[in-house]
Structure formats: C-alpha cells, structure tokens
C-alpha cells in the first residue's frame, strides 16, 4: 500500500478539522501521531542499576526496524528501565517509550568517549563525549511516547567523584570545558519529531538541530533542575521549519535557544502555547552571525526563568536578527522580562556586528516587577523594535540605549495573566538556586539562636575551634579503666569524671574542661547536665571506634527495669545529674527520651575521637522484635546521643551507633533553637536516626542507612515554622550496609515529625464520622479529634547539598510523607511555606483567623531543597 507523505497526511487532518498549527513554520503542522511498533523490548530491571547495559538490544532493534515504525521500550509492575550507551536512530525509525518506563543514560563515559579519553573530564576543549542518541542525516525519525528520558545528570560518572554537572560546574570555576555527553542531537535530517515524551537530567543540552529542516516537539517535557549548567532545552541551529508547541520546559539554561551559525540562517520558526519554569528564557543567540528571520512567539507563558524575551549576541558573534514576533506572552517572577543587548560578552572582540530590526512585541506583560534591558549596538546599528500593550508591573530598571522604539512599556498590566500560568508538575526533588545555596553556608546557619522568627546574631565558627584543627589538649581529667582511680583526676568510668566535673563547674563556671578518655569499652551511661562547665570529651585511640561509649536501652523499658540497673551509677552524683536520672526512673515506661546513651545539657558540649552506642538490638539485628510475641509493647526507639537545649555543641570525628532514633536533637523550647556542628563523623540507623527540632549542620559526615528493617527515614525533623534552619548536610555522604532491603531505592532522606498529633486534618480517614479539627490540645476519640498549633508548626526542614547520595535512597521523591495516607498520623510532605499554607487551608485551618499569621512568606521560605548533589 502506498503511504502517504507528511504533507499529504497533514492535509487530510486539516481538512478533517484536526488542530492545525500553521504560523513561521511554512509546514502544515498537526500533533503527530505515534508509528506503528516494529520491536517491543521490556525493561528487565526496577531502577538504572550499576553494570546493567541494554544498548546491544536497543541498537540492534533499531537497525532491523522498517522505516515507518519504531522500537517500542516498554515497563511492566516490577521492570521499569533501561540503561543504555550512546543510540543512533536510522532514517524512518523512531524510538517509542511507553508511560511507566525510562530509558538511562549510562554514566560509564568510556561508551560515550569520542577516542581520546577525554570524555568525563574537563580541559580546555570539550567536545569529548558523543551524545546520548544521535539521529544524522535521516527523514521522518523521532521520538514518542509517554515514558522518560533521564540523563543521569547528576549521577556519579562511573569511576570519578563528580557528577556530569559537577564537572560542568568545575569547568566554570576553572575557566574550563567539560567534556560530557548532550542528550539528543540531530543533524542534516528532515521532519525530526519529539511527542510527548519527557526528557530530563540531560548532562548538557537536552535537544540540539544542526541544519534541520522540519523539526516538531509537541505536548513533551523538559524537566531538569535550575542549577545544572549548560543544560539548554531546545536549540535549534542553522535550522528552519521548527515548531515548538504545547510543550513544558524547566531546565537550568536556556529553555529555547535559537541560533544561527557559520553553518547557515535559521528562520521560520514557531514557538506556540507552551509554558516556561526555571531556566534562562526564551532565547535568540548568542550565534547570530548566520543570521535568525522569521521568528513567532506566541501564547507563552514563563514563571521563574532569569530572563524573559531575550535576544543576546556581541561583536564576536552577532549578525541579523529580523522578523521576531512575541505575542500574548505573560511572565511571572522574571528578573529581566525584556533583554536584548547587543554586548553578551563584554569583552568580545571582532566585527561581526548585531543587528535587531522588526522586533515586534504585542500583549506582552510581567505581572511581577523586573529588568528593561533593550540595547542596541550604536547609532548606526540602532535595535528597531515595534511595542504595543506591553507592561512590566512596578517601577522597573532600564537600560535603553541605541533603540528606535514605536509605543511604550507602561507600568500597570492590562491582560489577565494569572490563569495563563499553568503549574508544571512539581518537583519531588527541590533545586535550590546559586544564591539560594548561600543562605546554607554554615557561617550563615550557624549565626542565629534564640526565638523563632526573631533570632540572635551570634557568629559561630566551630571549624576554627581547637576541636576541628586538632589541637592536642592538657587533659583536667583522665578516664582509664585499667588504672587506679583517685576520684579528683583519674577515673574509672566517664559519669564518675563527668561528676567531678559539675562539682569542679561551681568555682569556674566558664572555664572548658577536657577529658580524656582512653581505649576501651564503657558500658554505661553518661548524663551531663547544663550546669557544668563547657566540656570537652575526647579519645587519643587510632580512630573512634577505639573507645566506645555504650549502653542497651529501648522505649519500652519499664523506670524500674531502668533503676535497678542504673541506680547505683548515679546514687552518688551531684544534684544536678541525680535530677536527670531521677526524671526517668519512676516513669511506667522510660520512653524514647529516657534511651540516651550520653545526654548532654551542657552548653559548648564537645566530642572527638569518640563512639556513642545505643547497643539496643544490635546482637540480633532490629527487625527482629516487629515478629516477637508482646509486638504491641515493644518500641524500637533507643537513642545513643541526646543533645538537650545544649547550644554550640560540637562533634569531631565521632561515631553514632543505634538503628531507630539513633540521634535526637532537641531545643531549649518549642519555638526557639540552639545549635549544633557535626563533621567528618559517622551516624548509621534505620528509622528516623537522626531528628529533632534544633539547628543541626552536618559536615564531611556518612549517613548510613541499615536495611534490617526494610524501610529507612535518614531524618526527622519538626522544626519549628519560624525557625530559619533545621537540618543542613554539606559535603556528606549517604550510604547504606548493603543489605538487599537496602539496594532496593524505596529509602528516604527524610519524613517531616508530625510532633505529638493524634489525628490528621489533611486527608479522611476509614472511620465512619471521622474529623480532625483545629484545637487548643492534640486528642483524638474516635471518630473526632483535634490537632494542636505546636503540631501544625512543626513542619521539618532539611537541606541537601554537595553531596552524595546512595542508590539506596528513592531517586525519584526521597523526601516520604508522614505516614501514608488514610492513617490517623499522615501528614503529606511539604517542601516549601505555600506548601504549609495551602495544606492548613485545604484542611480548614485558617492561617491567619486560626494563627494570627499575616500572609504567606514571599518568596516562599524553603523548607525541603538540594544543591549540587550527585547520586551514586
């Protein structure tokens, strides 16, 4: 049967009423349609695992498919990937990726090295990785489906320390290339077509053309965080007939970029009904010197990006660029709506002049204020640009220069934009921005204490303190079991020195104190209560693990379980440590707080060289008791640090041994914080191993996740809504024992503490009758209750960044809500403060009738975000 042509086919649509676009593009452009299936491959593994290579099967269904059709990637309820090397698609044949499933690109950047080694490093040439699929010289391939191309952007390069973005981000510094692969490139083909499929995490730019004629993306996703550099969405170049429609594009370069090189103009171009996120706008340049005509933008709307309509080029680069048309485009939150400049580098140099003429911007309007940047180049090369009903909202800063200009930019909107900006599906991994990532320096986090929303400034180095640069210290104590103790400086055990210690306080308060505490195992506990003074616990072992600190309490022990074994180490300490075991020994149950190994209330609390561990099932491993016969009375919770409203506590390369709640950090108060610094240590659990509702930063620190139990929370905190910082890791690495439950990607960095509730108000649960109102106090008696405001601002915030994490760690949403949903305790993750407004009023909580709050944070306070981290 004879087939019919790409025209005749969009004829035949057109004259049956189908959506027709029809603009710059001098095709007929309809939405395509996917082709027919000459192979179906299913994936045969849950995630991108190490080693796994599906690229021979791939490219060798590509190479036996019939033109016309495609190789058709599929998942089922367990298989979901496919990992690949570089792929080159055949003229006529199309790759098909069904919803559910996604294609990898490898992270080993020997398959993808150009054959000089130089792929996955940075030099001063780049252009050393072929790309991820590539489609040369063909006609009427593409790419369908609903499934996902991931470029594995920020995943550890196999046999490296960095990520394909950190390379990039290195390269910057250096004043460098990386050489890592782009994603997608297509040169000298004809009716190349993208269709709803969704690409992200390119290492470089996701789509390039060179010298394409006929180019269609239509109703697909470019998802890829703000801050991966150099990871432009669409460039066409020296290309024509390209339309870009219904599409959305969050990526951290341009989101389009159309340029024009020394291989030739590019024009008719259409850029129609699409919406942009992040990323850097919709671009012309900075390739200009092939010239770029005939260009229409219309119905765009762009919510996030640096700049908004922009045309950049210099005298090293820059030729014509004529014939551009904005219409009906809305922006939102855009720092320079409108930037033409003519002067992209500064420091350019050449005589390759830009020349902007025809720009014609109508119904172009920022509802938020920002930049005017419209620059021509001189008098005699002066940007012409036509304006009609364009407004910038606010009084904006403007750069006009060299600019013949018909109409005005007023300073009050005339459209509606607000329904245009249709919400993208939101990230489960948060980006922070360059600028956002400085506020979590640690001379930043660590600068404030005190109140919430009304902190103290009080700078605080830790990284300067002896304890961190390895000063040898003059011990006022010494703790040796294998010597004979004197009661005034040598010691058998740590509580006894930790004793004189609080009594040696009254007569320095301010003076620090150091103790030395030799090799060996101390089975006991070590409470040091706010009255002593500063204190320094420190081992002179070959490394932490040479003196332990350990004792084997749970939640479930009974006060006098506790007491008969503990009473006789405290019976003779001073009052302040007696009142610390006093509040534990008459409880029914002792609880998680009364579990810590070592508790400390001692302000400027200090500790190198040591390991705290709560040894609580560790002999059997902690999945045990889910299966024991008193399941209802058995508790997990068995702390091996408590670090108690101690501000300025500091840890140095120590190490935390527990499973469940294996650190607690915990506040002078609800609504105020102290600090604390952990680095180069070690902290391993399974279930919510470190929380709390302190400021916490943690350092050059591994955070290991056991696998014993099956499922994993790394953090937990309930950090107060107003309180600025919660938990920060910079630098660390997060690990798991290599247990199969924890190979499996379903752990989690955290689950935000729903402190203290006893029912939920986010979501219904199975009970007939069922409500969970606001209420002075959390109580619940089926089938009402009520939530308290102390458990609705304790919100959780943990920041990511610079750092590693494990395959162990769900990729895809590693920040879990509390509980699943239709539990009594659910509380659905919330990553920013709309999050946390918007949640109360869905639940009919009114946050300013209800919480005396003003108005929602603007811009939004972040609770939940990463930066520059890779996955390994």
Same mark, same amino acid.
């Given at each position: ?11 035949? !649509? ?81 790759? !098909? ?39 040369? @010289? ?409 003196? @332990? ?91 091996? !640090? ?197 949640? !109360? ?32």
């Amino acid at each position: 049967m004879k087939q019919l042509s790409p025209a005749g086919i969009a004829f035949l !649509l057109a004259a049956s009423g189908v959506n027709v676009v029809h603009a710059q593009d001098t095709r007929t452009v309809v939405e395509p349609v996917e082709p027919p299936s000459c192979a179906v491959l299913t994936a045969t593994a849950a995630d991108p695992a190490p080693g796994k290579d599906d690229t021979a099967r791939i490219q060798n269904a590509i190479d036996h498919c019939v033109s016309g059709q495609a190789v058709r990637l599929t998942a089922n309820n367990e298989q979901r990937s496919f990992v690949s090397g570089p792929l080159v698609l055949r003229s006529g044949v199309s790759l !098909l990726i069904d919803a559910g499933a996604t294609l990898y690109a490898s992270t080993n950047p020997k398959l993808f090295d150009r054959g000089t080694g130089a792929c996955g490093t940075v030099d001063k040439i780049g252009k050393g990785c072929k790309p991820f699929i590539t489609a040369d @010289r063909t006609k009427g391939s593409g790419i369908f489906g609903a499934g996902t191309i991931d470029g594995q952007g920020g995943h550890v390069v196999d046999g490296a320390s960095e990520s394909w973005w950190q390379l990039a981000r290195r390269a910057q510094k250096e004043d460098a290339r990386q050489n890592v692969p782009r994603l997608i490139e297509v040169t000298g083909s004809q009716d190349f077509t993208l269709h709803k499929i969704t690409l992200r995490n390119s290492p470089n730019f996701h789509v390039t053309l060179n010298n394409v004629d006929g180019f269609t993306a239509w109703g697909m996703r470019i998802d890829t965080p703000a801050t991966a550099r150099n990871t432009d969405g669409i460039d066409p170049i020296s290309s024509r007939n390209i339309t870009i429609a219904y599409s959305h594009i969050r990526t951290g370069d341009d989101n389009v970029a159309i340029k024009a090189g020394s291989n030739g103009p590019t024009g008719n171009i259409s850029i129609l009904h699409n919406h942009f996120y992040s990323g850097h706008g919709m671009s012309i340049g900075s390739e200009t010197n092939g010239g770029v005509r005939r260009v229409l933008i219309d119905d765009l709307s762009m919510d996030g990006t640096t700049s908004g309509l922009r045309i950049k080029s210099d005298i090293s680069r820059g030729g014509v660029v004529d014939q551009v048309s904005y219409r009906n485009v809305c922006l939102r939150e855009v720092k320079t709506p409108i930037d033409i400049s003519t002067r992209y580098n500064p420091r350019a140099e050449g005589a390759l002049i830009p020349v902007y003429t025809n720009i014609a911007f109508d119904g172009v309007h920022s509802v938020t204020p920002g930049r005017i940047v419209m620059q021509g180049h001189d008098e005699q090369h002066p940007l012409q640009a036509t304006l009609r009903d364009v407004s910038i909202a606010g009084k904006a800063d403007r750069k006009i220069e060299f600019a013949n200009l018909t109409g005005e930019i007023s300073s009050k909107p005339t459209a509606d934009c607000m329904n245009r900006f249709t919400a993208s599906a939101p990230s489960t991994r948060p980006q922070l921005s360059i600028e956002q990532s400085k506020q979590f320096a640690y001379s930043e986090v660590l600068k404030y204490v005190g109140a919430a929303g009304s902190e103290a400034i009080d700078p605080w180095d830790p990284l300067a303190d002896p304890l961190a640069t390895g000063k040898a210290f003059t011990p006022d104590y010494i703790v040796d079991q294998s010597t004979k103790a004197d009661g005034v400086k040598t010691f058998n055990t740590v509580q006894e020195a930790v004793s004189r210690a609080v009594i040696d306080s009254k007569d320095h308060p301010a003076k620090r104190l150091y103790m030395l505490i030799k090799p060996g195992i101390y089975r006991e506990l070590v409470y040091i209560p706010a009255t002593t003074a500063p204190l320094t616990l420190y081992g002179e072992g070959k490394d932490p693990a040479s003196t @332990r600190i350990t004792a084997k309490l749970d939640a479930s022990n009974t006060g006098n379980a506790y007491a008969a074994q503990y009473s006789a180490q405290f019976a003779a300490a001073p009052a302040a440590v007696q009142a610390m075991y006093a509040s534990i020994k008459d409880r029914p149950q002792i609880g998680t707080f009364g579990t810590a190994t070592v508790w400390a209330q001692n302000k400027g609390f200090q500790a190198r060289n040591l390991t705290f561990e709560n040894a609580y099932n560790k002999d059997t491993g902690n999945a045990r008791a889910e299966s024991l016969p008193n399941i209802n009375n058995v508790h997990h919770q068995a702390l091996a !640090l408590q670090v108690d409203g101690a501000d300025k506590a500091q840890f140095e390369n120590i190490r935390l041994i527990g499973f469940q709640d294996t650190l607690y950090l915990k506040s002078p108060q609800t609504g105020s914080t102290s600090r604390s610094f952990f680095n180069k240590s070690y902290i391993e659990g399974d279930v919510d191993f470190i929380f709390g509702d302190s400021t916490a930063y943690f350092h050059q620190t591994e955070i290991k996740s056991l696998g014993d139990r099956g499922l994993s929370y790394a953090a937990a905190p309930d950090t107060h809504v107003k309180t600025r910082y919660g938990f920060v890791f910079d630098h660390c690495r997060f690990t798991h024992d290599g247990s199969a439950n924890a190979r499996a990607g379903t752990f989690y960095l955290l689950r935000q503490w729903f402190h203290s509730s006893r029912c939920t108000p986010y979501a219904a649960v199975p009970v007939d009758g069922y409500a969970c109102t606001f209420g002075p106090a959390n109580s619940y008696q089926a089938p009402k209750g009520t939530v308290a405001r102390t458990s609705l601002e304790a919100v959780g915030k943990m920041v990511v960044l610079n750092s590693r994490i494990g395959p162990h760690i769900n990729r895809t949403s590693p920040w879990s809500d509390w509980n699943k949903k239709g539990t009594l305790a659910y509380r659905p993750v919330q990553y920013n403060s709309d999050d946390h407004w918007n949640n !109360l009023i869905s639940a009919g909580i009114d946050p300013v009738k209800d919480l005396g709050y003003t108005a929602k944070p603007s811009p939004p306070d972040i609770f939940l975000g990463e930066y520059n981290n890779s996955d390994e």
